[in-house]
């Protein structure tokens, strides 16, 4: 039997581990392996990439986190149009995402529904559905949802995450009306907690998208990030430009929370991974293979919007000397009890990064081992490991989607004259608590941006016409 370590443990399974449900990483995998869901393709769902991007990311992040297997039923015969999966079949990409097309009796797993219902569903089924910047998951019993008819892919990327999340709160059995309510959130408002889903919150038909970026960290977030934006309506000869930034080599672990690795990545740069991915949907991309740090400088010509997903808190307080003229990062939660948890920074904000991360905050406190922990370090005579095992992260790729969706909208948003939030925190097993800074109108940003068309045209004009239409607030 192979011993997991810190260099190959699930890092979702990990949580079973770290709440002493297990005495044992090995057992931990066990538990979860037990795990499994559905996804049924009922009709309609393909016909927006919102809902071809609510399916690809359900998909994607289910299958690292239900171990027991994703099956997927319905309609397996639609070609996709988002970027990344361009004129693929739907049943080409399930088996390429790790799931299983079925078309006998599904199993009785829980089950996520995107277009018309099957019939008779029994036992947890709930239905994902969007509009515009609005994100809904609703019981199948109660037979609502949201139109799904303007078009937004963030918001197909958040229902995903939403639904994959209160399907893995049932399993666990952490969360007693995980499936029997009604969630959502419109990320054009992500502070509004009731009548979110109202008219006025569904926001503005997404007609600009940034013509290039920054991705500092490719990891758990930093890939989301990209997954992301290969799922967005660029026109195909206007899709964006970005420089890719990191050091590190794809680990086993990093399968669990990393959504464009596959097993044949391990051992290979991350950085190069994700720029053939995002080459391959149609992108450009520059390739910075070093540490952010005190000495990043951004050149002339280069972008200077960054998707921040770094979790390091020195590297946070050098973005104060970048060069940036936006950032948007995002910290998670870390533990078993608070990994859904996320904390949103757009900067420049009211605060300087070096002012919420201190210099004192750089020093890590010593790990504590629970019962478990202790155990496994007597009896592999590796109390070395053991610690870095319970150092690292619970993690899990939907938590890390909905931040990312987050996190883009930040970005889009201020495109169409909406706001940005120089904070905002957000709790993914009761939506109820979200809290934020008061809306601001981000001005100054000079950066060229590409507009695009919903419908999938390649029309389009030049980036610096859609620049001056917009004036960019």
């Known amino acids: 039997m192979t011993i997991l370590d810190a260099q190959s443990m699930h890092r979702l399974a990990k949580l079973a581990l770290d709440a002493g449900e297990v005495s044992s990483p090995e057992e931990a995998l066990q538990v979860f392996s037990r795990y499994r869901l559905r996804i049924h393709l009922g009709a309609g769902w393909a016909d927006t ?53 079925t078309t006998g009796i599904p199993s009785q797993a829980p089950m ?11 036992g947890f089924g709930v239905l994902l559905s969007w509009d515009g910047w609005c994100a809904a998951v609703t019981p199948l019993s109660e037979n609502t949802g949201l139109t799904c008819s303007m078009d937004n892919p963030l918001a197909g990327v958040a229902a995903a995450a939403l639904g994959v999340n209160e399907a893995f709160a049932h399993v666990r059995g952490d969360l007693p009306d995980a499936g029997a309510r009604s969630i959502g959130l419109s990320l054009w408002r992500p502070l509004v907690v009731t009548d979110w889903d109202a008219h006025a919150h569904r926001g503005p038909a997404l007609e600009y998208l940034p013509s290039s970026l920054w991705l500092v960290g490719l990891g758990h977030l930093g890939q989301a990030y990209a997954w992301i934006l290969a799922m967005l309506p660029y026109p195909t000869n206007g899709r964006a430009h970005l420089v890719l930034q990191d050091f590190d080599k794809a680990g086993t672990s990093n399968l669990s929370t990393c959504l464009l690795l596959t097993a044949g990545d391990v051992g290979k740069h991350k950085v190069r991974l994700v720029a053939a991915r995002l080459e391959a949907a149609g992108f450009t991309t520059d390739l ?14 280069e972008p200077r919007t960054a998707l921040f997903g770094v979790d390091n808190v020195a590297a946070r307080r050098d973005l104060d000397s970048s060069g940036f003229a936006m950032v948007v990062e995002a910290g998670l939660g870390s533990g078993f009890r608070d990994f859904r948890n996320m904390r949103i920074h757009t900067f420049p904000g009211t605060r300087k990064p070096s002012e919420i991360w201190t210099a004192a905050s750089v020093a890590q406190g010593a790990v504590e081992l629970n019962d478990a922990y202790q155990r496994l370090a007597r009896e592999r005579n590796d109390l070395c490991g053991m610690t870095l095992l319970a150092s690292r992260a619970v993690a899990t790729p939907f938590v890390g989607a909905l931040a990312a969706a987050l996190v883009l909208s930040e970005t889009i948003r201020p495109l169409h004259r909406g706001c940005v939030h120089s904070v905002l925190d957000l709790q993914m097993k009761n939506l109820s608590f979200r809290t934020g800074s008061e809306p601001m109108v981000f001005r100054g940003l000079q950066a060229p941006f590409v507009e695009v068309v919903r419908t999938g045209s390649v029309a389009t004009r030049s980036s610096s016409a859609a620049t001056s239409e917009r004036a960019l607030l």
């Open 288 to 301: 910075v293979e070093r540490r952010f740090g005190p000495n990043h400088h951004v050149l002339a010509g």
């Open 112 to 122: 996520l529904v995107l277009g018309t219902p099957p019939a008779a569903p029994e």
């Open 49 to 101: 990439l919102a809902g071809q991007a609510c399916f690809l990311t359900a998909l994607n992040t289910a299958a690292r986190a239900f171990l027991g297997g994703v099956e997927v039923s319905g309609d397996l015969e639609s070609a996709l149009l988002v970027p990344l999966f361009d004129g693929r079949r739907t049943r080409d990409v399930v088996e390429k995402l790790g799931g299983v097309c």
